[in-house]
């Protein structure tokens, strides 16, 4: 399929989880790839082999996204190799779950320059050049936890808020230069980390499911897919919960 076959896509924090799932459908519609993580470490590597398999262009980037000059510097060498970007998808995230009064400050900072402050750096240094360009689609991966909040997690939920509302906020800002902006919030998601849940605990959270069952990052990236392409053309600041009915 080429839904997005011609455009470039930048996906931070894509060497594994539900960003490799994002750039893997991204790749299979056409779009060529630049991805960020931390290190390039075995796993980016494979997740750049699995990637070219595709027949597009292809190339990782060791990018800290919480730091304002290392994402701008990035955008920098990426521009240069693609020659644009059309797509951005915010998606590196980190968890230092504890309930509030034991939260320490080092705990509260971590997630948020990680989660929320990595996508403000990196639209800052794509916004001019998708005005250059009069087009773009940002998409700000959330979570079902910063619609409705969790205990335990009052950092997380609170970036993942923000990816919200700075999604809303760029709509409004960008969108008469012919850029969206969205956010995307998984519910619960089948990923590694919570495959090593306990059988009894995952069967809890599925039954409060209406769907019964734990998404995957399949699911997300489909999705992520439709607000890339010329599919979602009229659709910007919007959040779509992809969480199986658990939000309702």
């Known amino acids: ?3 997005l076959k011609g455009k470039v896509a930048l996906i931070t924090g894509a060497a594994r989880g539900i960003g490799r799932s994002i750039a893997l459908k991204f790749a299979e519609e056409g779009a ?3 991805f960020t993580d931390l ?15 595709y027949g597009v ?3 990782a980037y060791a990018s800290n996204a919480a ?3 290392s994402a701008h510097q990035t955008v920098e060498s990426i521009v240069a190799e693609f020659g644009k970007v059309d797509i951005l998808v915010n998606n590196a995230g980190i968890t230092k779950d504890s309930l509030i009064m034991r939260m320490t400050e080092t705990q509260w900072d971590a ?6 402050k990595s996508a403000f750096n990196f639209i800052h240094a794509l916004a001019p050049v998708m005005v250059r360009q009069r087009g773009g689609s940002i998409i700000n991966i959330s979570s079902i936890v910063g619609v409705h909040g969790n205990a335990g997690q009052a950092n997380y939920s609170a970036s993942k808020a923000g990816m919200i509302a700075l999604a809303k906020s760029v709509a409004k800002e960008l969108g008469s230069r012919g850029i969206r902006a969205n956010a995307v919030a998984p519910g619960f998601i089948i990923t590694d980390m ?3 849940m306990p059988d009894e605990v995952r069967k809890q959270w599925e039954n409060g499911i209406p769907m019964r069952r734990g998404g995957t990052p399949e699911e997300i990236a489909k999705v992520c897919t439709f607000l890339a392409s010329d599919l979602a053309s009229y659709v910007t600041g919007q959040v779509l919960l992809v969480d199986g009915g658990m939000g309702m």
């Not at 075995?42 to 398999?53: C, G, K």
């Not at 997630?111 to 929320?116: E, P, R, S, T």
């Open 67 to 69: 730091e304002f000059d």
């Open 57 to 59: 262009k292809v190339n």
């Open 39 to 53: 290190v390039i470490d075995e796993i980016a590597q494979n997740t750049q082999h699995e990637l070219e398999s």
């Open 111 to 116: 997630v948020i320059n990680v989660n929320l």
């Open 1 to 3: 399929m080429t839904l």
């Open 32 to 34: 060529d790839i630049a």
């Open 194 to 196: 919570t495959a090593q």
